[in-house]
């Protein structure tokens, strides 16, 4: 708390500093050792203030935190993590990842990160301006609106699960770049999942009118220390402040559950070290409210011939488990397709397609909740196999009720390629591709009282390319513990789940470079 002498002196420099030429209202001091991976800065507004500007600065080359603004009734007002430029907000503009907005009268808050903490003591700098004066140009935001369906026909929908734009502090392209580059992919859709934010939320509708052939998905990358999720069709703010003022993945994962909302793991594996803070997932699985996981991580020519193995073998073991999740891919695309660099993938690398009654975030949501997913791990011009059920059977979103089902395949611009059957994490049958199309069946069975599932896959050489979700059959529902085959350990980057997965990722990455 800060004296009463302090307060009127704090609030005397923050109304001089809406004065041409004034100096910032400074505060420092140390992070905090323990209270868990957030701590908050409080400041006063006083009555006027019609623009605030905070600058921010962890002091140090070892230390990494992350910031963010709070009004003073706890109001969320965005999220600017790593963002090295201020937060700027006022009534009608605000800086990326920032909410516009009235600025209330009372004790705001910076909310800031402990990232990384190397060196001790951490300390935190925050110089604060509040004006009386707006610097910012109004911009046109305005209230998410879902948008009709583009288009009302049943078929297989292409796009990329996970995309990030300017509002993201580490992504640079606005949504025109996006929806431009998706078209001319041949994507359908593409879910802008920006950092621990809801500004992006605010330029869809009017980007949506712009690019009627591409539907832009509101999501968010829900992004904490030890692991990230995308919440897919999600259009209200979740606080993701983990263990602070009582907040816990579950209460999360609820509220983007409330909204209609698809929780998906993003990047299982892909431990990075301190080159991707938290990517690899050590969060627990709450299997009634996490329905995806990503398995295309980034594309298979950039990132995803290291980890995407790992990650179907991670998805096996949660389903080996009884965890029922549908597969995703996801390009973590940051630059809308331009500039990349050899570990970058474009946008729709890989490619997830979903089977849905219309193209419309409502439609494919569902898709996602019945598993109807298959992704290409390279890309839109990857061959494409589907899977579809020859049995007459009741189906409760992806499980059959039976003891029998007959599996048909179907393979397009695939010749060449090898066509497995992997049944309960093993593959059981493997068929070469020797037309376009090409057919094949497999029939599932499964004992009382237990469950099985099976997906189909083709491979270039011993390389994963298109991967179905899978298909579970049961005798009843909900279904008994699943089958779980004997398999031989995962193959890929399994080992960047180790101490140091950043060293681990670099001497990878000069093996390919290499070869």
């Known amino acids: 708390m800060l004296s009463t002498g302090v307060m009127r002196l704090f609030v005397a420099v923050l109304l001089l500093s809406g004065t041409a030429g004034a100096a910032p209202f400074v505060l420092e001091g140390n992070v905090p050792e323990d209270g868990g991976a957030f701590f908050t800065v409080s400041f006063p507004v006083p009555v006027g203030i019609t623009e605030l500007e905070v600058r921010h600065d962890d002091l140090s080359s070892a230390n990494i935190l992350d910031w963010g603004l709070l009004e003073p009734t706890g109001t969320f007002r965005g999220w600017g993590g790593g963002n090295s ?23 705001w808050q910076v909310l800031i990160g402990k990232a990384q903490v190397s060196q001790r003591p951490a300390k935190y700098h925050l110089e604060i301006d509040a004006r009386t004066r707006v610097s910012l140009s ?20 292409s796009g990329d ?28 859709f593409v879910a802008l999942s920006d950092h621990n934010t809801s500004s992006h939320y605010d330029f869809i509708t009017a980007a949506q009118a ?5 539907l832009f998905v509101p999501s968010v990358e829900f ?10 069709g999600a259009s209200t703010f979740v606080p993701f402040w983990l263990g602070r003022e009582g907040v816990t993945l579950k209460q999360a994962l609820q509220q983007f559950d409330q909204q209609g909302a698809i929780a998906t793991i993003n990047h299982p594996t892909l431990d990075l070290g301190s080159f991707c803070i938290g990517c690899a997932w050590q969060q627990p699985v709450i299997p009634e409210l996490t329905r995806a996981i990503e398995i295309g991580v980034g594309g298979w020519d950039e990132t995803g011939a290291l980890f995407d193995e790992s990650a179907i073998a991670y998805w096996e073991a949660l389903a080996d488990q009884g965890v029922h999740l549908t597969a995703v891919g996801g390009s973590d695309d940051h630059r809308a397709g331009v500039g990349l660099n050899q570990t970058q993938s474009p946008i729709g690398s890989p490619t997830t397609l979903l089977y849905a009654s219309e193209l419309s975030v409502v439609g494919l949501t569902r898709a996602l909740r019945e598993a109807r997913s298959v992704v290409k791990l390279r890309g839109p011009e990857d061959p494409l196999v589907t899977v579809t059920t020859l049995t007459t059977l009741p189906r409760v979103e992806d499980t059959l009720v039976g003891t029998s089902a007959t599996l048909q395949a179907l393979v397009t611009g695939g010749n060449g390629t090898t066509l497995v059957w992997v049944a309960n994490g093993a593959a059981v049958k493997e068929v070469q591709v020797t037309s376009d199309p090409f057919t094949d069946e497999f029939t599932l069975e499964v004992p009382e009282g237990r469950s099985a599932r099976a997906r189909a896959e083709l491979r270039v050489g011993t390389a994963p390319r298109t991967v179905t979700s899978h298909v579970w059959l049961a005798p009843d529902s909900p279904p008994g513990p699943p089958i779980i085959a004997t398999k031989p350990a995962a193959t890929g980057c399994a080992g960047c789940a180790a101490t140091d997965g950043s060293l681990v990722f670099l001497a990878l990455l000069l093996l390919r470079r290499r070869s």
């Open 210 to 214: 712009r690019h009627p052939q591409v």
């Open 223 to 232: 992004t904490t220390y030890a692991g990230h999720l995308n919440a897919f």
């Open 85 to 107: 430029e201020p937060a700027v907000i006022s009534v009608r503009a605000a800086s990326r990842s920032y909410l516009a907005g009235p600025i209330p009268t009372g004790m």
């Open 138 to 157: 109004a911009q046109d935001r305005q209230r998410y609106t879902p948008a009709a369906p583009l288009e009302s026909t049943a078929r297989w929908y």
């Open 161 to 188: 699960l996970h995309v990030h734009s300017i509002e993201s502090g580490d992504a640079r392209p606005g949504l025109d770049e996006i929806g431009t580059f998706a078209q001319t992919r041949g994507l359908d």
